[in-house]
């Protein structure tokens, strides 16, 4: 497997730069609605060793699995995140985006236009439905407090919008309620799907299982972070935002025996490799914890818990390039990535796959 130059000076320590995870992506690349079968979408399996690049549909990923193996994927939900009110005095309309949850009815959340949104400001969704602004001191940011009958969730079904990225050029539909949603999620606190997740189906996941390997869940809560270019030409210097994760003791336990029977854990997207590789220690055991990360896996990185990985094509200069980067290699993924462009596959969120073995 050949080495990036790029990484390193003449005395041999390590040099990163954002210029190195640049490419030019036509516009017509980037997928504006999803497959209405998912599994239907182009796959791209890489191997790291050969080199070797193959195409197939991603319901022909199962001939690339074995038994034994486990497949771990995030089971976040996204929820409508994206909700559009009025403010109590002037009437004048507010769009408040809800970025994280930090206790009971308080939340960290984006709100348009910001500059007219102060502290003690009461923002109106429906009559019973409210939040107080109780703290302006973030950039961009607002902390507010939510007023409401019943469950916040559950509420924000119906007054809430899907959060859709913003190189999908368009409003929300209906469609998108259920297909910006992998079919098995269930723990509602994501504002971004995690995408690699979006080509399973209910029976691509009952073939693999049948075959003989686990699959097995996280939680990570994908946040607007996935979204952001890096800012700095060092990407050592780039802060990732902490996500809230939860790694059950279950979970963890059949990672572990996976691991010990000599068989390969495939994750399921960049946020379960973030997860994975929080909670790995030196000696490579999976420890069952919850709590916040901010790990920013970028190259060179030594992958102590992750074996393959299934993900999609994502956007320059972003750290889900960086991390598809540290587990392979960056020159064969930038080869992966012109190859994708050339067959004509589909990039970002809706777009299709690559499988890295």
């Known amino acids: 497997m050949t080495t990036n130059k790029n990484f390193f000076d003449l005395d041999g320590n390590i040099k990163m730069k954002?210029?190195?995870?640049?490419?030019?992506?036509?516009?017509?690349?980037?997928?504006?609605?999803?497959?209405?079968d998912r599994s239907e979408s182009q796959l791209m399996?890489?191997?790291?060793?050969?080199?070797?690049?193959?195409?197939?549909?991603?319901?022909?990923l199962i001939k690339h699995l074995k038994p034994g193996d486990c497949l771990v994927l995030n089971d976040t939900k996204v929820f409508p995140a994206r909700l559009i009110g009025r403010k109590d005095k002037t009437g004048a309309k507010v769009e408040?985006?809800?970025?994280?949850?930090?206790?009971?009815?308080?939340?960290e959340v984006l709100v348009k236009p910001a500059r007219r949104v102060r502290l003690g400001n009461k923002l109106i969704f429906k009559n019973d439905i409210f939040c107080d602004v109780i703290d302006n001191t973030l950039s961009g940011g607002r902390i507010v407090e939510f007023h409401c009958n019943g469950e916040l969730f559950n509420v924000l079904e119906e007054i809430g919008q899907t959060p859709l990225p913003p190189y999908i050029k368009r409003q929300p539909e209906q469609i998108d309620k259920e297909y910006y949603q992998t079919v098995y999620a269930k723990c509602p606190g994501a504002v971004a799907a995690p995408t690699a997740g979006?080509?399973?189906?209910?029976?691509?996941?009952?073939?693999i299982k049948n075959m003989g390997m686990n699959v097995v869940n996280i939680t990570l809560?994908?946040?607007?972070?996935?979204?952001?270019?890096?800012?700095?030409?060092d990407i050592s210097r780039h802060q990732m935002d902490s996500e809230y994760y939860e790694l059950s003791e279950k979970a963890a336990h059949i990672l572990n025996k996976t691991k010990e029977n000599g068989n390969s854990i495939i994750a399921v997207g960049t946020s379960t490799v973030r997860v994975l590789e929080t909670?790995?220690?030196?000696?490579?055991?999976?420890?069952?914890s919850r709590g916040w990360t901010d790990k920013f896996i970028h190259p060179p990185h030594k992958?102590?818990?992750v074996d393959h990985l299934i993900t999609?094509?994502?956007?320059?200069?972003?750290?889900?390039?960086?991390?598809?980067s540290a587990f392979a290699n960056h020159d064969l993924i930038m080869k992966a990535y012109k190859q994708a462009m050339k067959s004509e596959f589909r990039f970002f969120s809706y777009g299709d796959a690559m499988y890295i073995v």
């Open 96 to 107: 408040v985006f809800l970025l994280r949850n930090l206790e009971n009815g308080i939340w």
């Open 45 to 60: 399996v890489v191997d790291r060793q050969t080199e070797k690049i193959e195409q197939c549909k991603f319901k022909d």
């Open 18 to 36: 954002l210029s190195d995870f640049a490419y030019n992506l036509p516009e017509s690349r980037i997928a504006q609605y999803p497959l209405k």
């Open 198 to 207: 979006l080509h399973f189906t209910w029976e691509l996941l009952d073939e």
């Open 221 to 233: 809560h994908v946040g607007l972070g996935s979204f952001k270019t890096v800012q700095v030409e």
């Open 303 to 305: 992958f102590r818990a």
């Open 312 to 324: 999609n094509f994502h956007l320059p200069k972003s750290t889900l390039l960086m991390l598809v």
């Open 279 to 288: 909670v790995v220690n030196p000696n490579g055991y999976l420890r069952w």
